[in-house]
């Protein structure tokens, strides 16, 4: 069984760092597609930054592209999110989560739909 369990999550001031984690167990497959998402209040749970364990391809939403990098440790399964210049419209519960598709698949935009979710960590921005 396939978990995943975020952390690195909490409160900081608009223009500040966050480093979120995922730790990954319970398959031994390369290929996966790792995704972090988020939801805000009243909102719908948008994809931030996928990563193709297979080639370490990244894709980025547009709202946090140069802002936030993805990155993995495929040796501790380990999926992390590094999040510079943080925004109070950043603020959200952030979820890690994992599917298995071809590469190609593995963009924020495609639509893919993630079959394993974590728990979530809030990120609250202040301005």
């Known amino acids: 069984q396939v978990q995943l369990a975020e952390s690195g999550g909490g409160s900081v001031q608009a223009g500040g760092s966050l480093r979120l984690s995922c730790a990954a167990s319970g398959y031994k497959n390369s290929r996966a597609c790792m995704g972090w998402f988020r939801q805000a209040p009243g909102k719908e749970r948008e994809g931030v930054a996928f990563?193709?364990?297979?080639?370490?391809?990244?894709s980025y939403d547009d709202s946090v592209k140069g802002r936030f990098t993805i990155s993995q440790d495929n040796a501790n399964l380990t999926v992390s999110l590094q999040m510079n210049g943080l925004k109070s419209e950043d603020t959200a519960v952030y979820y890690c989560?994992?599917?298995?598709?071809?590469?190609?698949?593995?963009?924020?935009?495609?639509?893919?739909?993630?079959?394993?979710w974590g728990q979530g960590t809030q990120v609250t921005v202040s301005a």
């Open positions: 990563i193709y364990s297979g080639s370490g391809r990244t």
């Open positions: 989560a994992a599917v298995w598709v071809l590469g190609n698949l593995c963009e924020v935009r495609s639509g893919v739909a993630f079959d394993y």
